[in-house]
């Protein structure tokens, strides 16, 4: 069964990782996308090839997410190939390991723009897209485990996922009247390119590992589903909620 049949899906930071698995995903489902990257123009536009080879149109639509004009510029876009705008999945993000006590201002602001300001102007975007067309929509936020948990050495990005967390709280409070339905996932640790350097360390890797009840790190395509779940009629009756995709890790306590 295809639960995004004839829908329109964003999907941002979806070059890689799990913005791409949520994009393929979407795509399986039926879904026509458009995806946003910031550099990797090689994996945007396979990852476009993927999803005409599904049968789907696809189109990539390079922008920086801290910069506002993107998420304007991206729905336009979206809108201009595909007619409208059903599902945002807010995505992108980025995770500069570093230590506390002398993490330079511009990492943390640089963080912040990213994974906060970028998620907010992106829902805002699609959210007055969605009012427009006047009937409802889907937006689904990638926040994380660390949204409810902290890292030593992420001091700067837990705070922007506790902050896109609320951010699908109070959005689904404040689109509610306009049918559009506002949730996040909360993946546990993904082997991505955001942490294949920190997980190279592999005391570290296998500390993580055996944190997780279900015995393994997670896979981009361990989003998908949820994903997918979440941005369709299946989920309609579901706004304001925060699902934990995380094998586990998060009520491990001992
Ligand atoms: N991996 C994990 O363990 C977890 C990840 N997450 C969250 O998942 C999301 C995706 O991360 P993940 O798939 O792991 O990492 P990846 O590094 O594989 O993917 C990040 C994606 O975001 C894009 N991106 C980065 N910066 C920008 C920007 N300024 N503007 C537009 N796009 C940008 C990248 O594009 P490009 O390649 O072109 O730069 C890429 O497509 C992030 O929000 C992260 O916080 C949450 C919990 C766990
Ligand atoms: C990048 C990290 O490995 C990853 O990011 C998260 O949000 C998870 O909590 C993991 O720490």
Same mark, same amino acid.
């Given at each position: 069964?295809?639960?995004?049949?004839?829908?329109?899906?964003?999907?941002?930071?979806?070059?890689?990782?799990?913005?791409?698995?949520?994009? /393929?995903?979407?795509?399986?489902?039926? !879904?026509?996308?458009?995806? =946003?990257?910031? =550099?990797?123009?090689?994996?945007?536009?396979?990852?476009?090839?993927?999803?005409?080879?599904?049968?789907?149109?696809?189109?990539?639509?390079?922008?920086?997410?801290?910069?506002?004009?993107?998420?304007?510029? *991206?729905?336009?876009?979206?809108?201009? +190939? @595909?007619?409208?705008?059903?599902?945002?999945?807010?995505?992108?993000?980025?995770?500069?390991?570093?230590?506390?006590?002398?993490?330079?201002?511009?990492?943390?602001?640089?963080? *912040?723009?990213? =994974?906060?300001?970028?998620? %907010? @102007?992106?829902?805002?975007?699609?959210?007055?897209?969605?009012?427009?067309?006047?009937?409802?929509?889907? /937006?689904?936020?990638?926040?994380?485990?660390?949204?409810?948990?902290?890292?030593? *050495?992420?001091?700067?990005?837990?705070?922007?996922?506790?902050?896109?967390?609320?951010?699908?709280?109070?959005?689904?409070?404040?689109?509610?009247?306009?049918?559009?339905?506002?949730?996040?996932?909360?993946?546990?640790?993904?082997?991505?390119?955001?942490?294949?350097?920190?997980? !190279?360390?592999?005391?570290?890797?296998? %500390?993580?590992?055996?944190?997780?009840?279900?015995?393994?790190?997670?896979?981009?395509?361990?989003?998908?589903?949820? /994903?997918? @779940?979440?941005?369709?009629?299946?989920? +309609? %009756?579901?706004?304001?909620? !925060?699902?934990?995709?995380?094998?586990?890790?998060?009520?491990?306590?001992?």
């Amino acid at each position: 069964m295809k639960l995004l049949e004839g829908k329109t899906v964003l999907v941002t930071g979806a070059s890689t990782g799990i913005g791409r698995a949520a994009a /393929i995903g979407a795509a399986q489902h039926g !879904a026509d996308v458009a995806i =946003n990257y910031a =550099n990797s123009d090689g994996p945007a536009a396979s990852c476009v090839a993927e999803i005409e080879a599904l049968g789907q149109r696809a189109i990539a639509v390079k922008g920086d997410v801290a910069d506002p004009q993107t998420a304007q510029d *991206f729905v336009t876009r979206a809108v201009d +190939a @595909f007619g409208k705008v059903d599902v945002m999945v807010s995505n992108a993000g980025i995770c500069p390991f570093h230590a506390f006590l002398d993490m330079p201002v511009d990492v943390v602001e640089r963080t *912040f723009k990213v =994974n906060l300001h970028g998620a %907010y @102007f992106m829902v805002q975007a699609a959210a007055q897209q969605m009012v427009k067309q006047g009937h409802g929509g889907s /937006i689904v936020a990638v926040s994380s485990i660390s949204a409810l948990v902290g890292g030593e *050495f992420q001091t700067h990005y837990t705070p922007t996922k506790a902050g896109v967390h609320s951010l699908m709280q109070s959005t689904a409070i404040a689109l509610g009247k306009h049918g559009i339905r506002c949730n996040s996932v909360l993946p546990g640790t993904i082997l991505t390119e955001i942490n294949k350097d920190d997980l !190279a360390d592999v005391e570290k890797r296998t %500390y993580m590992e055996r944190r997780t009840p279900l015995g393994r790190l997670g896979a981009p395509e361990d989003l998908a589903g949820p /994903i997918v @779940f979440l941005a369709s009629d299946m989920a +309609a %009756y579901v706004t304001g909620a !925060a699902l934990l995709v995380d094998g586990g890790m998060y009520v491990n306590l001992q």
